[in-house]
């Protein structure tokens, strides 16, 4: 992926873009741009920048730069930047931290709203059955993103539910009450870090 070569000038930084968006903002300053993050990360290559590129610009304070990056949307939450960063910074977190930003500030991003629905899809069937149902899941998905998109895998589908690999019908949880409370939970643990940040 080729570099950016910005001409920076003092109105484009944000110098409290760090302290913003980075649980430990001194910690993110000391990134060596080494670049273990991106070889680690699954999705850096359908990135627009690399994550050690977003740091970069996290750094410098390239704010709309770093909040208009498809970066963090792609980011899968796992974790592996973050267990092998050798600055111990808590890079998986700042990811959070941006896409919350980013939907705070209303940042229109052509992935956003799909990668949003495809969170919305998951969660919504996690939540009803407490494990993933994939037929629902993803009727939920291409539904709510381009209904003609699951023509793509009807075939994958068919075959996959003749093999008996997926059902048709989802298993209900004997404890779909203590389901539902992880979720109030989480919600609102997520309030109050918007609250935060
Ligand atoms: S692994 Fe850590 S130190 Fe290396 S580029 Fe990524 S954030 Fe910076
Ligand atoms: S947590 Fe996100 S940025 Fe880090 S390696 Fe995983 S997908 Fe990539």
Not at 118 to 124: D, E, I, S
Not at 176 to 195: C, G, P, T
Request: proline share 4%; net charge positive.
């Amino acid at each position: 992926m080729p570099e950016t070569i910005f001409n920076l000038t003092r109105e484009m930084l944000d110098h409290t873009f760090a302290e913003t968006v980075a649980p430990d903002r001194e910690k993110l300053l000391t990134c060596i741009q080494c670049g273990t993050c991106t070889a680690s990360c699954p999705t850096a290559y359908a990135m627009d920048y690399t994550p050690r590129q977003l740091w970069r610009l996290v750094q410098v304070g390239l704010r709309e730069e770093a909040l208009n990056s498809q970066t963090f949307w792609l980011c899968t939450n796992c974790y592996s930047c973050t267990i092998r960063c050798p600055r111990g910074i808590a890079l998986t977190e700042t990811m959070a931290a941006l896409k919350r930003l980013a939907i705070a500030e209303n940042v229109k991003h052509r992935e956003k709203e799909t990668i949003a629905s495809y969170y919305r899809a998951f969660n919504t069937t996690i939540r009803r059955h407490g494990r993933n149902h994939e037929v629902e899941f993803l009727l939920r998905y291409f539904l709510s993103t381009n209904p003609l998109h699951a023509l793509k895998f009807a075939r994958l589908g068919i075959g996959l539910l003749l093999k008996g690999r997926i059902s048709l019908l989802p298993k209900e949880p004997k404890n779909k009450h203590e389901i539902d409370r992880l979720f109030q939970a989480s919600l609102a643990l997520e309030k109050a870090k918007e609250v935060r940040t």
